[in-house]
């Protein structure tokens, strides 16, 4: 069992960054990949970045490629999001998750690949 906190939300404006942060506990967490997600109103979940058990490959959706960073921290248990240059576009929900299958040698994108979730973090971004 894996469980996810998320903090670093808030509110910036377009061009700005926020960092936000997902600490784990639980089962070893270096066995899982770790994913972030976003929501919008009115849209469906959608994967956003991943990096792959133990820390190595990093996964990331076309329309953050270049701005967001994904990475992790194994002492702390915690993975971390890197924005810049948000848009607002980038309003959204956002979730850490932990995959369904340890040692997966692929970042998956599909949420319900994703068993553990975290409770949410609100990212708004104003033009």
């Known amino acids: 069992q894996v469980q996810l906190v998320e903090s670093g939300g808030g509110s910036v404006q377009a061009g700005g960054s926020l960092r936000l942060s997902c600490a784990a506990s639980?089962?070893?967490?270096?066995?899982?990949?770790m994913g972030w997600f976003r929501q919008a109103p009115g849209k469906e979940r959608e994967f956003v970045a991943g990096?792959?058990?133990?820390?190595?490959?990093?996964s990331y959706a076309n329309s953050v490629k270049g701005r967001f960073t994904i990475s992790s921290d194994n002492a702390k248990k915690t993975i971390y999001l890197q924005m810049n240059s948000l848009k607002p576009e980038d309003t959204a929900v956002y979730y850490c998750?932990?995959?369904?299958?340890?040692?997966?040698?692929?970042?998956?994108?599909?949420?319900?690949?994703?068993?553990?979730w975290g409770q949410g973090t609100q990212v708004t971004v104003s033009a």
């Open positions: 998750a932990a995959d369904r299958t340890p040692f997966r040698t692929t970042v998956v994108v599909s949420p319900p690949d994703y068993a553990y």
């Open positions: 639980g089962e070893t967490f270096s066995r899982y990949n």
């Open positions: 990096i792959r058990w133990g820390g190595g490959r990093t």
